[in-house]
């Protein structure tokens, strides 16, 4: 079997949707089924098997993210997609469309996966705009893109839940994003600390992930601040890039935090990563808006407990309360489980011990297996015969 997936981010780019695309792309092919990605070209990426790159330029405002030409982008998917047997759309712009145009045209089953809940996410990018009013054109527009579909895949049961109030009809199927388990297993935390001067036994808490308005690390600042009246010597590592960063760097300055947190950029995922989450003690997540939180179980799987908030998508994570803590959404209680955890950590060893255990439940193998089977559902079911009149423009 052969899908076509379309996106309008991929690697180099990080963050969850590309993470998610290679996972399962890499994954997938145990399970019979060949992936050929259309994603933009960032720069000179070199040929990929597989991989065709659509030139584009600099998102203004986000220089991290490429804003593809729009008829290449349909022409590229519409001449990858003439030998597949299913579309699978991972963003909403550019690439819906052109993924939408080229399944209709081949007469082929479309679905696609809501990474983002974008209308949590609209009002930090446009604050000069009523949010409630951002919020009713997000739900709009997220219902007409997926109900021109046959199908969509959603990595939660709040995110399942959030898009039923939208008014959306397609069949929406709970499909996470698995982890690689080995790549987290065995990091080498005690280099890891001495390549950044971080002493054997300092307490260090964890972030990682895209430094946005979203991920709530200004909620995390404000906890630590509270922490290190427990353990004064707690420090925060933040590793990732993003447009928050010199209002955080100023928000660390007016805390007096200076000395107390750490931002370390992006960090490679093959050995750099793995290390990164050995090196800590606790890993620390506050976004209220993530759609699952890959990166809880990434921790886990390197035998890291974690500190988050149930919210949106980390809810399936955290529920059972496996290797893990979830305070509640109040920087001062978030900081006192922080502070007692960091000064008391032979008290929580058993959550360390759990970790690696429930993220292996979270196996990329074992998601890869559903979603093939999701594929080959669809791929006999005739979607594309009863929708071809719906094709775009």
């Known amino acids: 079997m052969r899908v076509l997936m379309v996106s309008d981010v991929y690697f180099p780019r990080v963050n ?12 997938l092919a145990a399970q019979g089924v060949e992936v050929r990605l259309v994603v933009p070209r960032y720069g000179d990426e070199g ?68 990474h983002t809940l974008f209308e949590e996410y609209l009002q930090h990018y446009a604050p000069w705009l009523p949010a409630g009013w951002l919020k009713q054109q997000a739900r709009a527009f997220s219902r007409r893109q997926c109900n021109a579909l046959d199908a969509v895949v959603v990595p939660s049961t709040a995110m399942r839940q959030r898009l039923d109030t939208y008014g959306i009809t397609v069949p929406l199927h709970v499909l996470p994003t698995g982890i690689p388990i080995e790549q987290f297993v065995g990091g080498d935390g005690a280099a890891f600390r001495r390549q950044h001067g971080i002493p054997p036994a300092q307490p260090v808490a964890l972030f990682v992930g895209r430094v946005a308005h979203e991920k709530n690390i200004g909620f995390l600042l404000e906890a630590l601040v509270r922490a290190r009246q427990l353990q004064p010597d707690a420090l925060l590592v933040v590793a990732g890039e993003g447009p928050a960063m010199s209002e955080l760097k100023s928000r660390v300055k007016s ?35 993530e759609t699952q939180g890959l990166v809880l179980l990434e921790a886990m799987a390197a035998g890291t407990p974690v500190i988050a908030l149930a919210e949106m998508g980390t809810v399936d994570i955290l529920a059972p309360g496996r290797g893990a803590f979830s305070p509640p959404a109040d920087p001062q209680a978030f900081g006192d489980m922080l502070g007692h955890f960091l000064a008391r950590p032979e008290a929580w060893r058993h959550l360390g011990e759990q970790a690696p255990a429930y993220a292996a439940e979270w196996s990329d193998s074992a ?27």
């Open 367 to 393: 998601m890869a297996a559903r979603l093939a089977s999701l594929y080959r559902q669809l791929a006999g079911a005739g979607f594309a015969a009863d929708n071809a009149q719906t094709a775009v423009a």
């Open 16 to 27: 969850g949707v590309s993470t998610s695309i290679e996972t399962f792309r890499r994954t």
């Open 255 to 289: 805390l007096g935090l200076g000395d107390a947190v750490r931002f370390i950029g992006y960090l490679d995922r093959q050995q750099a990563l793995p290390a990164c989450y050995a090196a800590a003690d606790v890993f620390v997540f506050a976004s209220r808006t």
């Open 47 to 114: 040929e990929q098997p597989g991989v065709v790159r659509v030139p584009g330029r600099p998102v203004p405002g986000d220089r991290e993210d490429r804003l593809v030409g729009w008829h290449a982008m349909h022409r590229a998917a519409l001449a990858a997609a003439a030998d597949c047997d299913l579309v699978h759309i991972q963003t909403p712009f550019v690439a819906h469309y052109a993924g939408l145009k080229a399944a209709r045209a081949h007469r082929l089953p479309v679905l696609a996966t809501y």
